[in-house]
């Protein structure tokens, strides 16, 4: 083989490994493109890189003022948190993954404060400050406070509190009650049920003093008003704590019902109704009833007061009062004989005989005065009874059930439905009666009915295909884009890089054929001279390598003389 052949074969290989022979080999120009597009290559794999490791960004706070929108960014910065605004700018955005951390620790320093002064009004107040602005502020303050404690409720996303405060005053008939009103702004789509208004009124009534609960007013943004206003009308209608009480009893009763017959007729075979009358009325009862005693002798005594004073008549001194009976007595002389009476003396006075001839009569005693009194007093029975109904009683039950016809199979299989017997309908007419509690004297009502069911054609919801679900969607749409950037990556290296390496490191064909023999061979005709003519890969003669390299230094003269350039400079 010739040396240029072998200079050939041997420079080949040797430039493709050699990095310094191939930066040699090629002049300024190109090797200017070559680090232009290897930093091009560079940032795009890294921007490809960042795009597929860029954090989803979640929202953080919404509809902020501008006053907490910048509390809220000075702290995210010195944090070291990153963060975006939304398009409008209202919404401040977060990764998803720090989202509650910084919610957390911007709590703890008071953001947001919702654009209202609340007690914090009070560290600044100014020296000389008088007694009217320090009132001022105080209800500044406190109105403040009670609009975050209403923005606090879930379905409220902004609340103002005015307060009418009267001024106090020593005399008692001219003070006056304070009131307070709530402007409440709801998200949308929200609405706050009674009884979340009323724990608003109470709220407000309870923080405030001598603050009625009547003197509170909520209203919503739309101007509708929340509060209740008719607690003075008792006909205004159920109150919602009694209606819901009133359902969940027709509906515990609906299902000790259907509890006790579905084991019988089966699940989807019984249907219950109840309709209860409920007694929501505050009534009381006090009575004071008096018994007279039927029977004395079992009779309580109180008390018993007896009194007895007799007085005996005895034969006093007699006379006309005056000097003469005034007289002591004269002593007493005893005579000797006793003259006998000048008259007779009397039937009947001791010492005179009886004209009939009989003994003399006992000396009469002398008239007693006797007087007896006796007071008894018995206690009276006495029943105080005090009965107050509790409220929500049952006055009456009214009940509807209706039972599906029994399914029958016969021996070829057949399903068929049949009433159900007497002494069936009868089984569960008394059952019903036992779960419900029938009562006739109350005047509760049952009606158990025994028809056929139509059978309802249930719609067939489609379930919702693996592609459409949300979880999928996702995963998908990060397969997606890591396929994108090593797509991208791919196509780089081997589309733009690689190529260019190759194109790069590749020696001119006229040196290696050039470096075969310079001896000058009478030029064989090209087939197709617009085409780059070409070494074929195994047949390698001498004279078709010298024909191309006359054709060559025959068309592009410079890079001859390079390539002859170079021999010289290299030896």
Same mark, same amino acid.
């Given at each position: ?58 929202? &953080? ?53 919702? +654009? ?9 107040? $100014? ?15 406190? /109105?403040?406070? &009670?609009?975050? =404690? ?16 009267? $001024?106090? =005053? ?6 006056? $009650? ?41 209203? @919503? ?8 206003? @008719? ?36 699940? /989807? ?27 004395? %002798? ?51 006075? #001791?010492?005179?005989?009886?004209? !009939? ?55 070829? +299989? ?6 159900? +017997? /007497? ?17 006739? %004297? ?17 719609? !067939? ?12 969607? %996702? ?23 690689? #190529? ?5 490191? *590749? ?21 197709? #001279?617009?085409?780059?003519? *070409? ?11 010298? !024909? ?8 592009? #003269? ?12 290299? %030896?």
């Amino acid at each position: 083989m010739p040396a240029g052949a072998e200079a050939v074969a041997v420079s080949g290989p040797q430039n493709l490994i050699d990095p310094q022979g191939l930066l040699s080999r090629i002049s300024g120009q190109p090797k200017m493109g070559l680090m232009l597009a290897a930093s091009a290559i560079i940032a795009l794999l890294a921007g490809g890189w960042m795009w597929s490791q860029a954090p989803d960004y979640r929202v &953080l706070f919404s509809n902020v003022s501008d006053r907490d929108g910048g509390a809220i960014v000075a702290s995210l910065q010195q944090m070291n948190v990153p963060y975006k605004f939304a398009e409008g700018g209202g919404a401040i955005l977060v990764p998803a993954s720090e989202v509650h951390d910084a919610r957390l620790k911007l709590a703890s320093q008071g953001l947001p404060k919702g +654009g209202l002064v609340g007690f914090e009004l009070m560290e600044n107040q $100014k020296f000389g400050t008088s007694q009217f602005l320090e009132q001022v502020n105080f209800q500044r303050a406190l /109105e403040g406070e &009670l609009a975050r =404690s209403v923005q606090a409720l879930a379905a409220v996303s902004g609340a103002r509190v005015h307060l009418a405060m009267a $001024k106090q =005053s020593v005399f008692m008939r001219e003070q006056q $009650k304070p009131s307070a009103s709530v402007l409440v702004n709801l998200y949308p789509g929200r609405s706050l049920d009674p009884q979340q208004v009323n724990g608003i009124v109470h709220l407000v009534s309870s923080s405030v003093p001598n603050l009625p609960i009547k003197n509170v007013t909520v209203v @919503d943004q739309s101007g509708n008003l929340l509060s209740k206003t @008719d607690e003075s009308n008792p006909s205004a209608g159920l109150d919602p704590n009694q209606l819901k009480y009133l359902q969940a009893l027709e509906q515990s009763y609906v299902k000790r019902i259907e509890a006790i017959l579905i084991p019988i007729v089966g699940p /989807e075979n019984v249907r219950a109704q109840v309709a209860a009358d409920v007694d929501f009325a505050h009534s009381e009862q006090m009575d004071e009833l008096y018994k007279p005693n039927q029977n004395p %002798e079992n009779s309580a005594v109180r008390s018993q007061q007896t009194s007895e004073s007799s007085t005996v008549a005895g034969y006093g001194e007699g006379g006309v009062p005056g000097a003469l009976s005034n007289q002591p007595p004269l002593p007493a002389t005893a005579p000797i004989t006793t003259a006998p009476p000048s008259q007779p003396p009397a039937p009947g006075v #001791p010492g005179t005989p009886d004209p !009939a001839g009989a003994e003399p009569a006992i000396p009469a005693k002398p008239p007693t005065n006797t007087r007896k009194d006796a007071t008894i007093n018995y206690e009276v029975d006495k029943t105080i009874q005090h009965v107050r109904r509790p409220v929500g009683g049952v006055k009456r039950l009214s009940v509807a059930v209706v039972v599906n016809h029994r399914k029958v199979t016969d021996a070829n +299989g057949v399903v068929s439905t049949q009433p159900l +017997g /007497e002494t069936e309908r009868a089984q569960i007419t008394d059952l019903v009666k036992e779960a419900m509690g029938f009562n006739r %004297e109350r005047g509760d009502s049952l009606n158990v009915v025994n028809s056929p069911f139509t059978d309802m054609e249930r719609e !067939a919801v489609p379930d919702l295909p693996l592609w459409r679900q949300p979880e999928v969607i %996702e995963l998908a749409k990060q397969i997606a884009k890591t396929l994108l950037v090593g797509a991208l990556i791919l196509y780089l290296v081997l589309g733009v890089l690689r #190529p260019m390496l190759k194109r790069m490191n *590749q020696p001119p064909e006229s040196s290696s054929l050039l470096a075969g023999n310079s001896e000058d061979q009478s030029l064989q005709p090209i087939p197709a #001279p617009q085409q780059t003519p *070409q070494l074929p890969e195994h047949d390698h003669n001498y004279d078709q390598r010298l !024909a191309l390299a006359r054709q060559l230094a025959r068309d592009d #003269p410079k890079m001859v003389a390079s390539v002859i350039k170079q021999w010289v400079s290299h %030896e």
